[in-house]
């Protein structure tokens, strides 16, 4: 019964920031890296951000770095995304994932996901 649930999202105008998280229940959470990825409409799911399971090693996709933080409190079963000088096309929904071993943006390698939570970004 692994669970994944995101918060945070919301509507924002461009330049605002938005704190996303990302609570795990069901397994043990310091044991897996973690990701974060979006989808817009129209578009395939892309990796945003991955954090390896002591947070020491973090990995952005072009579009987000120096603008987005990923971060982990393990002791909170808890991931986030800090995201600073949002821009109109980060709008999407953005999903947290999971993985045992899996360390990277492959959307189609983790074998855990939440249901995501929109961020909405307006001129």
């Known amino acids: 019964q692994v669970q994944m649930v995101e918060s945070g999202g919301g509507l924002v105008q461009a330049g605002g920031s938005l704190r996303l998280s990302c609570t795990a229940s069901?397994?043990?959470?310091?044991?897996?890296?973690m990701g974060w990825f979006r989808e817009a409409p129209g578009k395939e799911r892309e990796g945003v951000a991955c954090?390896?399971?002591?947070?020491?090693?973090?990995s952005y996709a072009d579009s987000v770095k120096g603008r987005f933080t990923i971060s982990r409190d393990n002791a909170k079963r808890t991931l986030y995304l800090e995201m600073n000088s949002l821009k109109p096309n980060d709008t999407a929904m953005y999903y947290c994932?999971?993985?045992?071993?899996?360390?990277?943006?492959?959307?189609?390698?983790?074998?855990?996901w939440g249901q995501g939570t929109q961020v909405t970004v307006s001129s």
């Open positions: 954090i390896s399971w002591s947070g020491r090693g973090t």
């Open positions: 994932a999971a993985d045992r071993f899996y360390y990277g943006l492959g959307s189609n390698e983790y074998k855990y």
């Open positions: 069901g397994l043990k959470f310091d044991d897996y890296r």
